[in-house]
C-alpha cells in the first residue's frame, strides 16, 4: 500500500482577493474604508490562516506525501484512496470538499477557534498537528476515528450524479418558477411549479431547510448521523394544472423521490456551489436518496 497523502485543502482569502482585484494594497485599503472597514481587519483573518497553514504543513509525518489544493480547483482534483483531508477554513468549505470524497478521513480544521467557531471544523491548528504526529503508518491512518455523517445525492437518468452534505437544491437557474412532477416514495404524483425543491441531510438541517422547517411550524429534522433526509418544495403555487399539497417529507434509506422536468431546464447543486451544477431538460427523470458516500469526520 502507498504512503499516505495528507491533502490540504484551503480557500484565498479576502486580502488575496482584493488585491487580485484592486492590484495594489493601497487601493484595496481605500476600498474598504468606503464600505466602513480597515485593511487590519482583513490582514488579521489573512493571518490567521497563513499561519494555520504554515503549522499544518510542518506537521506532516515525513514519511508522508501532501498535496495542496484551493476550493475553487476541488472539482478538477484527483483524490485517492490513501489521502487523509485536511480541511483548513469554516464549515462551509468541508462540506464544499465533502461531494468529491469516496470515504477519505476529513480533518476539519479551524484557524480561529475563538473568534468563528464551527460544527465541522472541530481541531485547532496545534490539536491537528498533535492528531498527524500520532498518525504516522498508513494503517493507523485508515482508523483514525471517524464520525460518519449522511449525505445527499441526486441522479440523472443519463448517469451523472451530484452529492452534498448539507442539500441539494433544484430549480430554475434564475430562481424563478420550476416546473415539474414530483413522485413520493409512496407513489403519489403532482404537477407543481415552486421556487425549486431542497432534500437536506441532518448535517444541513441547521441552515437553508432549518428556515424553511421553522415556517412550516417545526418538522422533526434529521440528525447529521441520521440515514435519513428531510425534502421540502418552496413557494409551491396552485392553479388549474399545478397543485401544491405534496410539499414535504422524510426520505429513509432505500426511498427514493422523483422528479420529472416540465420546464426548459432544471438545475441541481449542491451545498450552495451554482457553479458546480447538473443541468436537466424537458423530460428529464431526477432521483434523490441518501447518498452512499458518508463523510468521514475525524473525531
Request: aromatic share 6%; net charge negative.
Amino acid at each position: 500500500m502507498a504512503n499516505p497523502r495528507l491533502v490540504i485543502v484551503h480557500r484565498r482569502t479576502e486580502l488575496q482577493e482584493l488585491l487580485d482585484r484592486h492590484a495594489t494594497r493601497g487601493q484595496a485599503e481605500f476600498f474598504l474604508r468606503t464600505r466602513g472597514r480597515t485593511i487590519q481587519e482583513v490582514q488579521y483573518h489573512h493571518d490567521r490562516l497563513t499561519e494555520a497553514l504554515a503549522t499544518i504543513r510542518a506537521s506532516v509525518p515525513a514519511e508522508w506525501r501532501r498535496a495542496e489544493i484551493e476550493r475553487f480547483d476541488l472539482s478538477r482534483f484527483l483524490f485517492t484512496a490513501e489521502d487523509v483531508i485536511a480541511v483548513v477554513g469554516q464549515d462551509g468549505l468541508v462540506a464544499n470538499t465533502a461531494k468529491y470524497l469516496t470515504g477519505q478521513p476529513v480533518i476539519g480544521i479551524n484557524p480561529e477557534p475563538g473568534i468563528n467557531p464551527g460544527v465541522l471544523v472541530r481541531h485547532t491548528p496545534d490539536a491537528a498537528t498533535k492528531l498527524l504526529q500520532d498518525t504516522t503508518t498508513a494503517k493507523a491512518a485508515e482508523h483514525l476515528s471517524c464520525e460518519e455523517l449522511s449525505t445527499v445525492t441526486a441522479r440523472l437518468d443519463d448517469g451523472q450524479e451530484l452529492s452534498g452534505l448539507n442539500e441539494i437544491f433544484i430549480g430554475h437557474s434564475s430562481h424563478q418558477s420550476a416546473r415539474y412532477r414530483l413522485t413520493t416514495p409512496d407513489g403519489l404524483t403532482e404537477r407543481q411549479s415552486s421556487s425549486g425543491l431542497i432534500v437536506s441531510t441532518g448535517t444541513g438541517a441547521t441552515g437553508w431547510c432549518a428556515s424553511i422547517a421553522l415556517e412550516r411550524g417545526g418538522r422533526t429534522l434529521p440528525t447529521p448521523t441520521d440515514s435519513r433526509l428531510a425534502w421540502f418544495v418552496r413557494e409551491a403555487w396552485p392553479s388549474p394544472i399545478t397543485g401544491a399539497s405534496l410539499t414535504e417529507g422524510a426520505l429513509e434509506a432505500g426511498e427514493t423521490l422523483r422528479i420529472t422536468v416540465a420546464s426548459d431546464q432544471l438545475v441541481v447543486f449542491g451545498d450552495g456551489m451554482e457553479e458546480d451544477r447538473l443541468t436537466a431538460s424537458w423530460g428529464q427523470e431526477i432521483t434523490v436518496q441518501l447518498g452512499e458516500r458518508p463523510l468521514r469526520l475525524v473525531a
